[in-house]
């Protein structure tokens, strides 16, 4: 293992979560743990949620029950539990004055709550929900953006026994209203506008036009973010100042069977409409108190921040996980680079920041600026990073490991999905670690590496599954069962294929690559996107890149590559060829691109990851499919006018 980068230090693994777990059963080593999780999951999800201090207003008498197979799994049966009793409730005698969430706004602005602010407003949100007549299991749309008001929104729907349904505030109205109107929403929380990169847009306008196509929506509560004039609709529409903060904070929580259901999380979908993936109380609480306790080792001093948006899971996972153990939570409204590019950096040493998390594009556009935006400012509160979304490419991993980290932290590199709001694969902060992996198995998650025949492989790229249930695997599709059994466990019975490329090292380190369906196959050789976009990037010249395949008559695929050019670097055919050369170099002469196009910027989703899908259809001339999830749209049609 002479590949190793960090290796915790004896104070790590004493004082770490994961640590006293282990102690407590008698689990002497990182490999026991793993075993003892995955091979006995009724055992290790009990223990865990003991260890936690989940708290049950009815315990339940059986963990789980799968006699419907894996597609179909029951968990904590007859149990009762609220989420918001876990994360709220139960804090306020003790923590009613500890800061629970920090916000910063696009321009700069910041506002704190504590846990009893954070509390009395979510008692607010449900009292006005029942209120307006909503019952357990009615669903309610949340469209703002990143504010401290979209925390108590959030927790507010769960308070009451509501579904939440959080959408990302830059979709369009039809993105929108197609959600909504699956989820058959009744109430939408929406705000006046938005801010973004010093740009103040509309926002109540797109809401309009998404409701007027939603039949069960009755009523829309409009945040005041800008405090410019917007259309409101008497008889529909109410003011947040006017219709939340008269509400009784004193609100009881509702106590919800186990297997209620909490949250509705769309993912989008290459053809047809998006899916409703479907999550349960107990199985959010479960798999995200688990992650951020045992993975990212969350204590009630920690000050955590991930850049992401309600729309995406992590958004979800970061209030409920860190909420549960009285820890505070940072809000970013803004963008990562705006105004300047330290603004991240800026962040955490304002406000000493002890978890940071972020995408891998995101630090490939961060680490163009000058390492002094860097080095301006004291990062020394950091004590762990986290990283999700896509494969690292390996200069951009230790960049951030070295500059950001200073190879004290260890980048807990974390892989999953919303499908089960929670992750598959996933360091843990006792583990030594390799550059890009993301260690192995996460814990009670039974995943394994399958060749194309569905046997185990080791030392080569192969399907990413998972062989038993885990509690927060969604619920089907919301009203689409079949396109559920479909996508997930059509290819091998009773196995769920997630569509990742996986690979477990000689040393037990497991790597991803990338989507099945971002794979590059060049006569015969496959490749993962990051492989060829990693190699481009170490070019002085290059800011960025994607990598698609594309057909080729002889090859079966071609490399296509897409290229962001540094300031100051101009397209030339010389450095076109000195590009192609690069990847040849790193990849050898099969990868070599067959096309490389510049490009001014690439899409992405407001969490920076780059859409190599899109890019993909949009440069074969294929129907699009769902692009709500782009920021950027006219980025879509810049591939099509890369020279």
Known sequence: MNDLIWTPSPETIERANVTRFMRRHGIRDYDELIHRSTADIAWFWDAALRDLGIEWYEPYRQVLDRSKGIEWTSWFLGGRINIVHNCLDRHVPRLASRTALIWEGDDGAVRTWTYGELHAMAGRVAAYLRARGLRPGDAVGIYMPMTPEIVAVFFGCLKAGAVAVPVFSAFAAPALAVRLKDAEAKILFTADGVSRRGKKTPLKPEADLAAADVPSLRHVVVLRRLGIDVPMNPERDEWWHEAIEPQSADTPTEKLDAEAA?????????????????????????????????????????????????????????????????????????????????????????????????????????????????????????RILGSTGEPWDPESYMWYFDKIGKRRCPIINISGGTEIVGCLLSPLPITPLKPGTLRGPGLGMDVDVFDDDGKPIRGGIGHLVCKQPAPSMTKGFLKDPQRYLETYFSRWPGIWYHGDWAKVDADGFWFLYGRSDDTIKVAGKRTGPAEVEGALIEHPAVAEAAAIGAPHEIKGEAVVCFVVLRSGAAPSEALREELKDQVVKHLGKTLRPETLKFVKMLPKTRSAKIVRGVIRRRYLGQPLGDVASVENPDAIEEIGRGA
């Open 262 to 382: 909490a949250l509705v999380i769309y993912t989008s979908g290459t053809t047809g409409k998006p899916k409703g993936t479907v999550h349960t109380h107990a199985g959010c609480i479960a798999q995200m108190s688990k992650e951020l306790a045992y993975y990212f080792d969350v204590k009630p001093d920690s000050v955590f921040f991930w850049v992401t948006d309600i729309g995406w899971m992590m958004g979800p996972w970061e209030m409920v996980g860190v909420a549960c153990f009285g820890a505070t939570l940072v809000l970013f409204e803004g963008a990562p680079n705006y105004p300047n590019p330290d603004r991240i950096w800026e962040i955490v040493e304002r406000h000493r920041v002890t978890h940071l998390g972020i995408s891998p594009t995101a630090i490939r556009l961060l680490k163009t600026a000058d390492e002094s935006w860097v080095t301006r400012h004291d990062l020394s509160s950091l």
